[in-house]
């Protein structure tokens, strides 16, 4: 009986987003059919509808609408323009209904084929450009210097986006508001908050770890277990490769299923990915192979999005936040990789998403104007230094005390200016910006409290 119900409920809403040739978004959809399901099941309702291709969906967030098929044309010249004629050609082949895709499994050739610094899944031309447009400081900087110049921003934006890409219905605001002030929001499953909480963390830790960092297994299991924690049925199974079958929804794509064979070819994928020279290359590169060897039991899109920032933080790039990318093009292109091992609409989407992240982090990083060479020199200590006096939950004149004691762990001629901008950096730490030294919101909380009493 339940199957039935679920059967007649998605035939309504097929037959309801056919009337609707302008679209029709998740609210209306609701109201004319009388859906009396949770805005969650709603939605995985209408995604499953778009992952067997017989709906059309676009946009994203609340601007969210779904289209009948014969709709594709007219909603695709409106839509993605960036895209190639070759790109169009597979999105418009992988729309089609999953029952007429000819099944397929893991081919192993698209990575043995594939020789670092020889074979090249992004054109120079196109490397070079997106190197000048990346680019934020032609002299030497430790890594991870410019990430952290825009974290506060980055753990929001990439958070978000990342999480978006996974169907999460948190908004901008919303994700802010619970990042910045631990505030949950009403309505939202605890799943979804949790992805986002652990987007966060992952992302400090590419900015605390920014000199350790790389395409190594203690990189990418950790980001793993950092993505998935509290997620996967088997808490055990965060940062381990897989070892059962798994399926992919949407898809008639077969991941590899003998343990030994993914964990031999995870090496290879991390070998691979080290061995490029170019770290746009290499950003895309992990993009295309991790989700397609599908080396961990979920999560492993999640970890592709953020271990493509690796080259990017370790070389001071502009980060990849995925700002604005629309899921249906994402999904595709990933679909391209899976079904067809074609990459030319997730090549795309790369690239526009990267530049769509250098227009806003430009324009962020020009509000805060030049690092301060001196912050910059000691920028590990003075984050030692707040972190200590959070952590310990010093009022102001155990704080002062306890910086006083310590000073001599900077050279004497520094002492006075380093106290300081030390001094400066506690007295404006508040909610919205506690994130950037790694602290944890109970221990501001619990801290704010005797400093501000």
């Not at 054109?123 to 110049?149: F, S």
């Not at 003998?258 to 993009?287: C, G, T, W």
């Not at 001094?423 to 801290?447: I, V």
């Amino acid at each position: 009986m339940p199957k039935r119900i679920d059967t007649d409920e998605l035939a309504a809403l097929v037959a309801r987003i056919d009337e609707s040739p302008k679209g029709i978004d998740a609210v209306s959809l609701r109201n004319m059919t009388g859906f009396e399901g949770s805005d969650k099941t709603l939605q995985r309702r209408l995604n499953r509808l778009a992952d067997e291709g017989r709906i059309l969906k676009r946009g994203r967030g609340t601007g969210t609408r779904y289209f009948p098929l014969q709709a594709e044309v007219s909603v695709d010249s409106a839509g993605f323009d960036y895209l190639s004629t070759e790109a169009k050609r597979l999105r418009k082949e992988l729309s089609q209904p999953v029952s007429v895709r000819k099944p397929v499994g893991y081919q192993s050739g698209l990575l043995e084929r594939y020789q670092p610094n020889r074979s090249w899944y992004l054109p120079e031309g196109i490397r070079d450009d997106l190197m000048e447009m990346g680019r934020v400081e032609r002299g030497t900087l430790p890594a991870g210097t410019y990430l952290r110049q825009v974290m506060d921003r980055l753990i929001i934006d990439l958070s978000w986006n990342s999480s978006r890409l996974e169907g999460n219905t948190y908004s901008l605001l919303d994700t802010q508001r619970l990042l910045e002030r631990s505030e949950n929001v009403e309505g939202k499953s605890a799943e979804e908050t949790q992805m986002i909480l652990n987007h966060k963390s992952a992302i400090e830790m590419l900015a605390d770890d920014a000199d350790e960092i790389g395409f190594n297994r203690y990189t990418i299991c950790n980001l793993h277990a950092l993505l998935s924690e509290n997620l996967l049925p088997d808490p055990m199974s965060g940062g381990r490769l897989r070892t059962r079958m798994i399926g992919i929804a949407g898809s008639v794509y077969e991941p590899l299923q003998v343990p030994h064979k993914i964990e031999e070819y995870f090496d290879e994928v991390l070998r691979k990915a080290e061995a490029v020279e170019d770290p746009f290359e290499q950003s895309f590169f992990v993009m295309v192979h991790l989700p397609y060897l599908q080396p961990f039991d979920d999560v492993n899109k999640r970890v592709s999005r953020l271990a493509a920032n690796i080259p990017l933080v370790r070389q001071n790039l502009c980060p990849l936040a995925f700002v604005d990318v629309d899921e249906d093009p994402y999904v595709k292109g990933v679909l391209g990789i899976y079904e067809r091992g074609q990459v030319d609409l997730l090549r795309d989407v790369f690239i526009w998403a990267y530049k769509r992240s250098c227009a806003r982090y430009s324009a962020i990083r020009q509000s805060l104007g030049e690092p301060d060479p001196f912050r910059l020199r000691y920028r590990q200590q003075i984050s030692d230094f707040v972190k200590h006096v959070v952590q310990q939950s010093f009022q102001k004149a155990e704080a002062s005390n306890w910086i006083q004691e310590n000073l001599n762990r900077i050279p004497k001629e520094d002492r006075v200016k380093f106290q300081e901008i030390l001094e400066s950096e506690l007295w404006g730490l508040h909610e919205g910006n506690f994130a950037r030294y790694r602290l944890r919101p109970a221990e501001f909380e619990q801290w704010a409290k005797g400093w501000n009493p």
